[in-house]
T-cell receptor, first 112, second 115 residues
Framework: KQEVTQIPAALSVPEGENLVLNCSFT??????LQWFRQDPGKGLTSLLL?????REQTSGRLNASLDKSSGRSTLYIAASQPGDSATYLC???????????FGKGTMLLVSP | DAGVTQSPTHLIKTRGQQVTLRCSPK?????VSWYQQALGQGPQFIFQ???????QRGNFPDRFSGHQFPNYSSELNVNALLLGDSALYLC??????????????FGEGSRLTVL
């Protein structure tokens, strides 16, 4: 059974800092991994999708890496801003279709 | 381009009642899946619909059922509501031919409170 763990559970940083969020998964046989952002009480916004054959994906100030063999992914946020404050969720697709297994998320607070 | 839309946004029910939640997928998408997110937890997969049939199902009891219509929209039905069914219910859509490698897009969710 696939299990996804995200560390840290919460993170507070001052504006402008670069930061790294970690995600680990127990079964390396995955199709892809997706990072999401969730604002309080809201739905999920897709940030980056990394296919199993890829090593990293970039979108603006965000960079996600994938090391499938070690069961790890990182989300790097450059020059953090208060608007980045949200919960970041990592999800892996290891059964195909629409079956994602999620971590519990990292709650990020960026202070002005 | 409309994204995934869900209704209602909030609703309150009492134990034992039944509820129906609705979802319209993103334009061009033909696959809908439903997730349950309890407070402080990551979403959990309930089931996926494609071509009006349930294709995959997570570890949820038969009280949870669904339907997909010819226009690809979907409903989630929960019978005999329990207090533990209180959660944010999220709908996600994707395009099935890329289903195994495709990106999922989520709606804003329906917040269900069971009293």
């Amino acid at each position: 059974k696939q299990e996804v763990t995200q560390i840290p559970a919460a993170l507070s940083v001052p504006e402008g800092e670069n930061l790294v969020l970690n995600c680990s998964f127990t079964d390396s046989a995955i199709y892809n991994l997706q990072w999401f952002r969730q604002d309080p009480g809201k739905g999920l916004t897709s940030l980056l999708l990394i296919q199993s054959s890829q090593r990293e994906q970039t979108s603006g100030r965000l960079n996600a890496s994938l090391d499938k063999s070690s069961g790890r992914s990182t989300l790097y946020i450059a020059a953090s801003q208060p608007g980045d404050s949200a919960t970041y969720l990592c999800a892996v697709n290891s059964q195909g279709g629409s079956t994602l297994t999620f971590g519990k998320g990292t709650m990020l607070l960026v202070s002005p | 381009d409309a994204g995934v839309t869900q209704s209602p946004t909030h609703l309150i029910k009492t134990r034992g009642q039944q509820v129906t939640l609705r979802c319209s997928p993103k334009s061009g998408h033909d696959t809908v899946s439903w997730y349950q997110q309890a407070l402080g937890q990551g979403p959990q997969f309930i089931f996926q619909y494609y071509e009006e049939e349930e294709r995959q199902r997570g570890n949820f009891p038969d009280r949870f059922s669904g339907h997909q219509f010819p226009n690809y929209s979907s409903e989630l039905n929960v019978n005999a509501l329990l207090l533990g069914d209180s959660a944010l219910y999220l709908c996600a859509s994707s395009f099935y031919p890329s289903g195994y490698t495709g990106e999922l897009f989520f709606g804003e969710g329906s917040r269900l409170t069971v009293l």
